[in-house]
C-alpha cells in the first residue's frame, strides 16, 4: 500500500466519530437524498447520488464496525479501498458536490450527509487526492492570506478607489472598534463597490467599524478543501486580528460558507470558543433597521428575486433577514420556487467554482436555477453572497439569460439609504 494511500485512510479513520457512525448505521438506503441532489436530478448519474459520495467513509464503517464486514476481513473477503478508488471520489466529491445540504434536509432519519462528505475530502486531501485549483487556493490562502492572491497593497488600493467614490472613510486597524469586517477575495476583485457601500451604510447608522490589515479575508479554503489543519489556522489568524484590535464582533460579509464557518464550525474547528460574536451583514443589517438606525428611502420598481446562499440560508438559518431588507426597497419582490431553506445550489458552493475541471458540470447542474428562474421570470436577481454571484453572472450568460440584473444586498440597501450617504 502507498503512502499516500495509508495517510489516506489514517485520515479516514480518524473522522469517523460517533455522528458519521450512527449516520452510516442508520441509512435505509430510500434514495429520498437523490431527489434533493442537483448534480444527480440534472445529470441523472446515479454516480452523483449523495450516499453513493460518502462510499470510502462507508466501506471502511462496513469493514471495521460491522459484524459481517469484519468476519468478511477475516476470511480475507472484503475490498480493500485503493487508489482507484480515491481516484473516482475526487472526482465525485469536489467537482460534483458543492456541500449544499439539500440532501441532509430531507433525509427521513435526519442524516447529515454533507457533514459525512466533509470527512471524506478529509481522507482525499490527506491522500493528496485533490483538485490542483483548489490546493493552489489553499497555498495561496496560507502564503498570501488571500485564496485569489489578493495583497494587502490590493486591498488598501480598493479601498482608495471606494474612498474616492464615497467621500467617506473606509476605516483600517482602528483599535477598540465594535465590529470587525471581514471580506472575502472575490468581493475585493469582483464586486468592490461592496466596501463603499458598507461606508455609507455604517456612516450613516453611526456604526463602529474596522477592517484589519494584519488579516482580512473571511473565505476559508481549507474548509472548502477538506483540510482541518489549514481551516484552524485560517481561523486562528481572524482571531488574532480581532483580539489584537478588541473588537467586539466580527461580521462575516457577503459568503455564505465563510459564515457558517466561523459562527458555527470554527469553535469545534479550533477547539476552544471565540472571543467575538459572529454576525453576518445580513443580521447586522436588519438589527440596524428594526433599531431605527438604518433609514431607507424610495423603492425600486424591479420585479427581484432572492437566491438563497446556502452556506448563509440552509446551514446558516440567515433566511428572514435579507427578506425583511429586500422588502423595504422592492414591493413587486417575489419569492423563486422551492426557496429559503430548500433553494437549489448556484452549483458553484464549496470550493467547486474554483475548480477550473468543474466548470463544464457546474454550468450543466445550472439548468436547475435556470427552472427557478423560469417559473417566475424576475427582472432582478439578489444574492448575498460573492461566490453565488459569480456563479449566477457565469450561469446566466451560458444560458443567455443576462437581462435578469444580478444585485448585491448590501448595495442595493446602499442605494436607498435616506439622508445625504444615499
Ligand atoms: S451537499 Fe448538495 S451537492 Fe452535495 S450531495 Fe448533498 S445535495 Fe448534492
Ligand atoms: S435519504 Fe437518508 S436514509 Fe435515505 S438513502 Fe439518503 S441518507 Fe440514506
Not at 438606525?293 to 428572514?320: F, M, W
Request: charge should be negative.
Amino acid at each position: 500500500m502507498s503512502d499516500s494511500l495509508t495517510r489516506g485512510i489514517e485520515t479516514l479513520r480518524a473522522q469517523m466519530d460517533n455522528r458519521v457512525m450512527s449516520y452510516l448505521s442508520s441509512c435505509v438506503h430510500c434514495g429520498i437524498c437523490a431527489e434533493a441532489c442537483l448534480f444527480y436530478t440534472e445529470t441523472g448519474d446515479a454516480r452523483y447520488t449523495p450516499i453513493y459520495k460518502t462510499e470510502p467513509m462507508r466501506k471502511l464503517w462496513r469493514q471495521e464496525y460491522t459484524f459481517w464486514g469484519k468476519l468478511a476481513g477475516s476470511l480475507g473477503l472484503h475490498s480493500k479501498i485503493t487508489e482507484a478508488d480515491l481516484a473516482d471520489w475526487e472526482e465525485l466529491v469536489y467537482d460534483g458536490c458543492t456541500m449544499c445540504s439539500r440532501c441532509s434536509m430531507v433525509c427521513p432519519l435526519g442524516i447529515d450527509i454533507a457533514y459525512i462528505i466533509r470527512k471524506v475530502k478529509e481522507g482525499l486531501a490527506a491522500a493528496g487526492y485533490s483538485p490542483p485549483d483548489l490546493v493552489e487556493a489553499g497555498n495561496r490562502a496560507l502564503e498570501i492570506g488571500s485564496p485569489m492572491g489578493v495583497t494587502l497593497t490590493t486591498l488598501q488600493a480598493t479601498i482608495r478607489a471606494q474612498e474616492k467614490e464615497t467621500g467617506l472613510a473606509v476605516p483600517l486597524d482602528v483599535n477598540d472598534a465594535d465590529y470587525l469586517c471581514l471580506l472575502s477575495s472575490g468581493e475585493i476583485a469582483g464586486f468592490p463597490e461592496f466596501i463603499g457601500s458598507l461606508a455609507k451604510i455604517f456612516k450613516a447608522a453611526g456604526v463602529s467599524w474596522t477592517i484589519s490589515s494584519d488579516y482580512f479575508e473571511a473565505t476559508n479554503t481549507g474548509v472548502q478543501l477538506g483540510n482541518s489543519k489549514l481551516a484552524a489556522t485560517l481561523i486562528e489568524r481572524i482571531v488574532a486580528a480581532a483580539e489584537k484590535l478588541q473588537v467586539k464582533y466580527v461580521i462575516s460579509p457577503e459568503c455564505g460558507h465563510a459564515y457558517t464557518t466561523l459562527r458555527w464550525d470554527a469553535p469545534n474547528i479550533i477547539g476552544r470558543p471565540l472571543p467575538f460574536r459572529v454576525v453576518h451583514i445580513m443580521e447586522l443589517l436588519d438589527e440596524l433597521h428594526r433599531d431605527g438606525r438604518l433609514k431607507i428611502q424610495g423603492i425600486t420598481d424591479a420585479r427581484l428575486s432572492y437566491h438563497d446562499p446556502c452556506n448563509a440560508s440552509r446551514r446558516g438559518g440567515v433566511l428572514e433577514q435579507p427578506r425583511n431588507l429586500l422588502k423595504l426597497v422592492a414591493p413587486n419582490f417575489v419569492e423563486l420556487p422551492e426557496t429559503g431553506a430548500m433553494n437549489w445550489c448556484c452549483g458553484g458552493g464549496g470550493g467547486v467554482s474554483s475548480n477550473e475541471r468543474a466548470d463544464p458540470l457546474r454550468l450543466k447542474v445550472f439548468s436547475a436555477k435556470k427552472r427557478q428562474l423560469d417559473a417566475v421570470l424576475p427582472t432582478g436577481l439578489v444574492t448575498a453572497c460573492s461566490n453565488c454571484r459569480h456563479m449566477l453572472e457565469d450561469g446566466l450568460e451560458d444560458n443567455e439569460m443576462q437581462d435578469i440584473e444580478l444585485l448585491g444586498i448590501t448595495e442595493l440597501i446602499a442605494d436607498h439609504l435616506a439622508g445625504e450617504h444615499g
